[in-house]
């Protein structure tokens, strides 16, 4: 699966962004595929995911703000940000499972296909 990420930009704090991933290779729609991100001086973390059957997880810190969703006809992938905040800047990342058929994990070793990252940018 090559995966690409796009959508990313700068906003003012409240702002919106919708991050896309787009996939190709593989049957897409049969796995797994989260958003993570990397802020500066942090380690990489979990922000979202998504079944293949359309189940979705977010971490705490982006639940009722964050929504992510599949278009699997368009082998794509979204994540709707709302009410960003400073604290949201970083670079997003999307993954898929190493495996098909699994749920969105928040173990980062478990996605084995990597789309190159998009700046996302909050100011105060």
């Known amino acids: 699966v090559q995966l690409q990420a796009s959508g990313g930009g700068s906003v003012q704090a409240g702002g919106s962004l919708r991050l896309s991933c787009a996939a190709s290779?593989?049957?897409?729609?049969?796995?797994?595929v989260g958003w993570l991100r990397q802020a500066p001086g942090k380690e990489r973390e979990f922000v979202a995911g998504?079944?293949?059957?359309?189940?979705?997880t977010y971490a705490d810190s982006v639940k009722g703000r964050f929504t992510i969703s599949r278009d699997n006809a368009k082998n794509t992938v979204y994540l709707q940000m709302n009410s960003l905040k400073p604290e949201d800047t970083a670079v997003y990342y999307c993954?898929?499972?190493?495996?098909?058929?699994?749920?969105?994990?928040?173990?980062?070793?478990?996605?084995?296909?990597w789309g190159q990252g998009t700046q996302v940018t909050v100011s105060s």
């Open positions: 290779g593989r049957t897409f729609s049969n796995y797994a």
């Open positions: 993954a898929a499972d190493r495996s098909a058929g699994r749920d969105p994990s928040t173990v980062l070793l478990k996605y084995g296909y």
């Open positions: 998504i079944s293949w059957s359309g189940g979705s």
